[in-house]
């Protein structure tokens, strides 16, 4: 598989640490309000690498975390926790904000076939493993103590702009939404590890600690919870681009220092979303969420069919006259895959190999999702048989995940429920029911699940 590594700036090979389990590392979400839809563009693209890397046959253990602390206003550290925030506008507390949206999130991911990582940590959790980290990097030398805060001392690094070409002068372009600069900084880039001071003193989540009662920077909570849960060579970590400077810079400081190698191979960053009047944002108020859309009419997975038609390197401009062109287009996919009905067909191998290569070429080509939709056209234009074509639906939407046969009650692919009618039928055999063991086969077929009966007992094989 090639992939875009933002470290070399260059499309590579993809070559796992370990080739029996790739290790993937999400950012996760602020649960501090809804999800907009340029959040979840990254997430669907994330889950698609993820569904490519396991369509090339690789298992995937993956790990995102819940962000309930740490995450300030501004990311030169200078702002109000952004769970605060959150809290303070639904006069609610931080614990209750977190579960609320993180349950949203959750949603949002179901509803647009997003799969739910295998291991999500929330931040709060992890306190423990954060002062571990921290002190090692205050012993090391790599970190000081100023003025109640720890932070992470960047000049003993030899380059810490490892992800971007930042200089002094970008870097102030970075932290401009800065209040003001933080005097007891060492070096401007230096970031805090951990709180005990700050401007907002009602910070409502606090620890004890070996520094004093406080709370932990943003960006240690992903170092601490990837390293715990994926080991020291990570394979892939991801998020949108706006992460890569500071957040995932700092991750790579404080990790690499903590364990004192090469820590991740491949970054993995999704471009913006953005809507007509630019970035999208949270505080212009009704922002684009998933419950927005669904109340004006549009199915969550036209939106994620919208993701998918553009490459995820590229800046995506939403509107809904474009949503609306590819909602019609989802729609009209949709109904003509339904109108492909099975029939006594076999699926022929080698045509079904062809396309199956032909998508996975796609894939494998830095994630040219647009390209694979293509190749699903493709198929369902090519002048062959209804099985092979409906397999191959089948196989692509393990990957695309847009529900392409799901509410089509002909296919069902349930182990439990073949079983029984198995047994259904095999009841009526003996009991000389051959006209019920018949419709219970015909019943299958049109499910397009064939029934074969061979001299250890009837076996079955699902043609979907
Ligand atoms: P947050 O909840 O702010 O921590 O962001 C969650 C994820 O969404 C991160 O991976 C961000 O990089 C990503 N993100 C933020 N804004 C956008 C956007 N407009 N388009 C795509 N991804 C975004
Ligand atoms: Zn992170």
């Not at 990582?117 to 423990?128: E, L």
């Not at 095999?426 to 018949?438: E, H, I, P, V, Y």
Request: glycine share 4%; net charge negative; hydrophobic share 35%.
């Amino acid at each position: 598989m090639k992939l875009y590594n933002t470290k070399s700036r260059t499309i590579e090979e993809f070559i796992p640490h370990n080739n029996k389990e790739i290790t993937m590392y999400t950012c996760g979400p602020t649960v501090y309000h809804f999800a907009h839809i340029g959040n979840l563009r990254s997430y669907i693209m994330e889950d698609i690498l993820e569904k490519s890397l396991k369509f090339n046959g690789y298992n995937v253990k993956r790990c995102m975390n819940i962000t309930d602390v740490g995450h300030l206003s501004s990311d030169a550290d200078t702002g109000e926790d952004k769970m605060l925030m959150g809290a303070k506008r639904e006069h609610k507390s931080v614990l209750d904000i977190a579960s609320y949206y993180e349950d949203c999130f959750k949603k949002d991911c179901e509803k647009l076939n997003i799969a739910w990582p295998k291991i999500v940590v929330r931040a709060t959790s992890y306190i423990d493993e954060y002062i571990k980290i921290i002190s090692k990097l205050l012993d090391t030398g790599y970190a000081y103590f100023s003025n109640g805060n720890v932070y992470f001392d960047t000049s003993k690094l030899d380059n810490y702009y490892v992800l971007t070409n930042h200089n002094e002068d970008d870097l102030l372009e970075g932290v401009r939404d800065s209040v003001e600069a933080d005097s007891n900084k060492r070096n401007k880039t230096d970031f805090v590890l951990w709180f005990t001071k700050s401007k907002f003193d009602d910070q409502e989540l606090k620890w004890d600690s070996p520094w004093g009662v406080g709370y932990p920077g943003w960006h240690i909570e992903c170092s601490a919870i990837s390293l715990k849960n994926l080991g020291e060579y990570l394979d892939i970590h991801c998020g949108g681009v706006d992460n890569i400077f500071p957040h995932h810079t700092n991750e790579i400081a404080q990790s690499e220092s903590y364990i004192g190698h090469p820590w991740c191979k491949y970054w993995f960053h999704v471009e913006h979303l953005n809507d007509a009047s630019g970035k999208m944002s949270k505080s212009k108020g009704e922002f684009l969420t998933v419950s927005l859309l669904e109340s004006k009419g549009y199915n969550p997975l036209a939106y994620r069919m919208f993701c998918l038609q553009s490459h995820y390197r590229k800046q995506l401009l939403f509107s809904y006259d474009s949503l609306d062109g590819v909602s019609n287009a989802y729609n009209k996919l949709i109904s003509k895959i339904k109108s492909i009905s099975h029939d006594d067909s076999i699926v022929d191998e080698d045509i079904y190999l062809d396309y199956r290569n032909k998508f996975l070429e796609c894939l494998n080509d830095d994630l040219n999702t647009s390209n694979a939709l293509t190749v699903l056209y493709d198929v369902l234009k090519d002048d062959i048989n209804n099985n092979t074509k409906l397999a191959l639906v089948s196989e692509f939407d393990k990957v695309l995940s847009l529900d392409l046969l799901k509410n089509d009650d002909r296919v069902i692919d349930n182990e439990e429920y073949i079983k029984e009618m198995i047994e259904k039928r095999n009841t009526a055999k003996k009991n000389k029911d051959f006209a019920l063991a018949d419709s219970i086969r015909d019943e299958l077929k049109n499910k397009g699940i064939i029934l074969k009966d061979t001299r250890e007992g009837t076996t079955y094989e699902v043609i979907k």
